[in-house]
């Protein structure tokens, strides 16, 4: 009798045991399923999965918001028809994550892409192409409110963002009849034309519409041939691509870019600068006093439809 107690208990120990490893290898399979490499390219790298349904046929964007700065609804259903019109994703999921300050005066790039490894929760699974777009209660470094230089978003890979929404409230609270939803929504949606790839950026241009990098006087700045090099946006009066919508005036481009390829550094392919936007919200404004959202013009959509688009 004794030695069958003996044997039950060797025999349900054995059991625990087991189970016990069953589970820690359960976890650790968990863990190797997530690849973040997918999510790790360069801007614009991912255009045509993010356009067409070819590889994927979801689009899972994480909004992921520091408590108080929480995008409007108004902005993110505008975005969510955005995409739907431009992309032939139908199925696209928000999801929201809301974080806690980083106590910071102002980011930098460095900073977000930390900010990003810590807290993003979607990457591509299955299907699913998985976006990570912080709205952030600090500034971009090197803002100068003083002079109106100030960044709104960038883009600084092929499905990463950030929204500087501290800035963007400012910047609609100049206006009387320019809402935070206006001023989110045409930040959304210029930034993620970077990663449908325009100009340039990934999606091959159908016409020659690519404006170039200029100095602080407009001229056009030549390397050593005496070749321009193009900028990432577009040159057509009024579309959403504009350069000029670029902080500094673009002065980011891509040579910049292609320099620091070899290095780790994180560069944005386009900070959006907030007092351009005003401007061209300005020169959109209706008849009723309120403000149309920029488009992209007929050469940004050819090009679109013609990396799998609508
Ligand atoms: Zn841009
Ligand atoms: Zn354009």
């Known amino acids: 009798m004794r030695n069958i107690r003996i044997l039950l208990l060797v025999l349900l120990f054995g059991l625990f045991i087991g189970c016990s490893k069953d589970s820690d290898d359960s976890i650790e399979k968990e863990e190797k399923v997530v690849d973040k490499s997918a999510n790790l390219q360069g801007t614009g790298d991912s255009a045509n999965d993010i356009l067409s349904n070819d590889k994927f046929t979801k689009l899972l964007i994480e909004i992921a918001y520091v408590d108080g700065f929480e995008p409007t609804e108004e ?26 300050s980083p106590d910071e005066e102002n980011l930098t790039l460095e900073e977000i892409a930390e900010l990003e490894t810590d807290n993003r929760t979607v990457y591509n699974d299955g299907e699913t192409l998985a976006v990570y777009i912080y709205f952030s209660d600090a500034p971009a470094e090197g803002d100068d409110e003083e002079v109106g230089l100030v960044t709104l978003g960038a883009v600084y890979r092929n499905t990463s963002m950030i929204i500087h929404e501290v800035t963007v409230r400012k ?17 959304l949606n210029h930034e993620f034309g970077h990663l449908f790839g325009l100009v340039d950026l990934g999606t091959t241009p159908v016409n020659d519409h690519e ?15 005496g070749n321009t090099s193009g900028n990432s946006h577009c040159n057509v009066d009024g579309c959403l691509m504009l350069a000029e919508l670029q902080f500094n005036g673009g002065f980011t481009n891509k040579s910049s870019s292609l320099t620091s390829k070899g290095t780790n550094a994180i560069t944005s392919a386009c900070s959006l600068s907030g007092n351009s936007l005003l401007k061209l919200l300005d020169s959109k404004t209706a008849k009723n006093g309120l403000p149309e959202p920029p488009n992209l013009d007929s050469e940004c959509l050819l090009d679109l439809k013609n990396n799998g688009g609508r």
């Open 75 to 100: 902005a993110m259903e505008s975005f969510v028809l955005f995409l739907k019109e431009r992309t032939f994703k139908q199925d696209i999921e928000l999801k929201y994550t809301k974080l806690e």
């Open 211 to 225: 404006d170039v990098v200029r100095d602080e006087n407009g001229e056009p700045i030549l390397d050593e041939k």
């Open 171 to 187: 910047l609609a609270a100049q206006r009387l009849f320019v809402t935070d939803a206006d001023v989110e929504n045409s930040t």
